[in-house]
Nanobody, 119 residues
Framework: QVQLVESGGGLVQAGGSLRLSCAAS????????MAWYRQAPGKQRELVAT???????NYAESVKDRFTISRDNAKNTVYLQMNSLKPEDTAVYYC?????????????WGQGTQVTVSS
């Protein structure tokens, strides 16, 4: 089992910055993909960014050049640096870890952290 604990959310003015953290504990494999998703009120959960164990990253078009995902493999922690925040970035942000076994892919989610950007 894997537990994910997010932190760093809050209220910020448009143009400001926040840094989210997600610490994973439990049975973490050395090879996995960590990701951030977000869900705004009345909308579906959407992918924000992913990062592999080797450091390869992928971003949603809406956050490219503003958000940076990174990870510390020694601490099993993934970060999301969010700059130039916009009101439309307001959402609950969720951390996700996906790791493969021989039989299947195991997926774990954090509890979410609220990010609110005021105009």
């Amino acid at each position: 089992q894997v537990q994910l604990v997010e932190s760093g959310g809050g209220l910020v003015q448009a143009g400001g910055s926040l840094r989210l953290s997600c610490a994973a504990s439990g049975r973490i494999f050395s090879n996995n993909v960590m990701a951030w998703y977000r869900q705004a009120p009345g909308k579906q959960r959407e992918l924000v960014a992913t990062i592999t164990s080797g450091g390869r990253t992928n971003y949603a078009e809406s956050v490219k050049d503003r958000f940076t995902i990174s990870r510390d493999n020694a601490k099993n922690t993934v970060y999301l640096q969010m700059n130039s925040l916009k009101p439309e970035d307001t959402a609950v942000y969720y951390c996700k870890v996906a790791q493969d076994t021989i039989a299947t892919t195991l997926v774990y989610w954090g509890q979410g952290t609220q990010v609110t950007v005021s105009s």
